[in-house]
């Protein structure tokens, strides 16, 4: 079925580590997208990237880093987790249309 | 960046129709309207998506004024099974980089 697979899909973490969140998806999208979802709250954007080889800064993006090599991949990065890092994390992708289309969700604790 | 507000929560009776309504003063000229429902650990997902007057398809409606300040989803007869969040969206979704920031979201909760 295409989509978007992240992976993993939960993981528990200490406090410092490096930690690489993965996104792929299969439907030939040019823009991909990281949102973070704390518990009861809205999404807020991470990163973004409208095409292969750009990437842009969303909302919150201290702490983090993306890369865009090739259409499908677009991995998060967490040089140094810190526990404000715990939460679920969200990839997503588009056409250019407006309809996102999102994965499962990666959970995230920093212990 | 267009910046939306939504009440925070709503509650409804199964078989009644239900508007949700979103602001977004300084929406821009290029920017369309988008609606997504998400259910509890699980990715957003595609309502419906406008850019002025009304949209309908198969789950709702959207409702834009011309100003398009502001804009209303309406989910007719709903059921149990449409409790979730609902956000609106608003960015632009073609041609140069832009930022998608979704709002804080609506609860509707429906009950029997």
């Known amino acids: 079925i295409a989509g978007i697979t992240q992976a993993p899909t939960s993981q528990i973490l200490a406090a410092g580590r490096r930690m690489t969140l993965r996104c792929t998806q299969d439907m030939r999208h040019n823009a991909m997208y990281w949102y973070r979802q704390d518990l009861g709250l809205g999404l807020r954007l991470i990163h973004y990237s409208n095409t292969a080889g750009t990437t842009g800064k969303g909302e919150v993006p201290d702490g983090y880093s993306v890369s865009r090599a090739n259409t499908d991949d677009f991995p998060l990065t967490l040089a140094s987790a810190v526990p404000s890092q715990t939460s679920v994390y969200f990839c997503a992708s588009s056409v250019g249309t407006g309809e996102l289309f999102f994965g499962e969700g990666s959970r995230l604790t920093v212990l | 960046l267009a910046k939306t507000t939504q009440p925070i929560s709503m509650d409804s009776y199964e078989g009644q129709e239900v508007n949700i309504t979103c602001s977004h003063n300084?929406?821009?000229?290029?920017?369309?309207i988008t609606w997504y429902q998400q259910f509890p650990s699980q990715g957003p997902r595609f309502i419906i998506q406008?850019?002025?007057t009304k949209v309908t398809n198969e789950v709702a409606s959207l409702f834009i004024p011309a100003d398009r300040k502001s804009s209303t989803l309406s989910l007719p007869r709903v059921s149990l099974s449409d409790t979730a969040v609902y956000y609106c969206?608003?960015?632009?979704?073609?041609?140069?980089?832009?930022?998608?920031?979704f709002g804080s979201g609506t609860q509707l909760t429906v009950l029997p």
């Open positions: 406008g850019y002025k």
């Open positions: 300084n929406i821009a000229t290029n920017d369309y």
């Open positions: 969206l608003v960015g632009v979704f073609s041609g140069s980089a832009r930022q998608l920031t």
